[in-house]
Nanobody
């Protein structure tokens, strides 16, 4: 069983930065696909980016291109989402997810493990 715990959310002004963390524990996740999703109030959960744990191949979603960067530290068993130039429309609960297959990577149904989420609020 893989366990995911997010942290690092908070309140930030527009233009600011945040780094989210997803601590990973359990067995067998070294070959997993890891991802970040977000869900704004009243909206569907949206794919942000994915990364392969074993070799750090990155799959950015449209919301991540140019401002967000996904990476992982295998020694720390932690995945990160560096978010720069934040906008009010980035306000959402951010979730990390994991799955050994994750096809397609951008769909919530592709992931079998989820964290509890961390709130990011960007003020204008």
């Amino acid at each position: 069983q893989v366990r995911l715990v997010e942290s690092g959310g908070g309140l930030v002004q527009a233009g600011g930065s945040l780094r989210l963390s997803c601590a990973v524990s359990g067995r067998g996740f070294s070959r997993y696909i890891m991802a970040w999703f977000r869900q704004a109030p009243g909206k569907e959960r949206e794919f942000v980016a994915a990364i392969t744990w074993i070799d750090s191949i990155i799959y950015p979603g449209d919301s991540a291109k140019g401002r967000f960067f996904i990476f992982r530290d295998s020694a720390a068993n932690t995945m990160y989402l560096q978010m720069d130039s934040l906008k009010p429309e980035d306000t959402a609960v951010y979730y990390c997810a994991a799955d050994p297959v994750a096809i397609p990577k951008s769909e919530t149904e592709s992931y079998s493990h989820w964290g509890q989420g961390t709130q990011v609020t960007v003020s204008s």
